[in-house]
């Protein structure tokens, strides 16, 4: 089970897949920790799937290694409960926008907007 967060500043979408406690990437995600959607990738998620319409897919695993420690949500908590708080949905976002895979450029696009879209669903709800 994945969840997504996403951010969109200045006509660029930019999103960050997370599993739920044990599940794991079926990909290394490591060093990608977001995809981005938007005129420079021609309107596409540069994502590792061929096609760009799939971000991740996660699949049960016993150890989660193939994405970095904020690709998944806490122990305790999964997509569903996290769109049920305002504060566990503050707190994924807010990572997401600080981490960023030490990317300036997302960091500073969501910095300059007061006001920025932002979303989080569960894939198929």
Known sequence: MEGLVCV?????RFCKPLC????????LRRSRLYDECSERTKYKWDSQYVGG???AVCSEAL?????????????????????SSSQHQSDVIRT???????????RRIAGRLPRMWRTMREKGV
């Open 8 to 12: 969109t500043a200045a006509n660029r």
């Open 20 to 27: 739920n406690n044990g599940f794991d990437f079926a990909f």
């Open 53 to 55: 319409n799939t971000l």
């Open 63 to 83: 150890l989660q290694i193939s994405g970095a420690k904020t690709a998944y949500f806490p122990e305790n908590q999964t997509c569903l409960t996290t769109k």
């Open 96 to 106: 997401f926008i600080r981490g960023a895979g030490g990317s300036k450029r997302v």
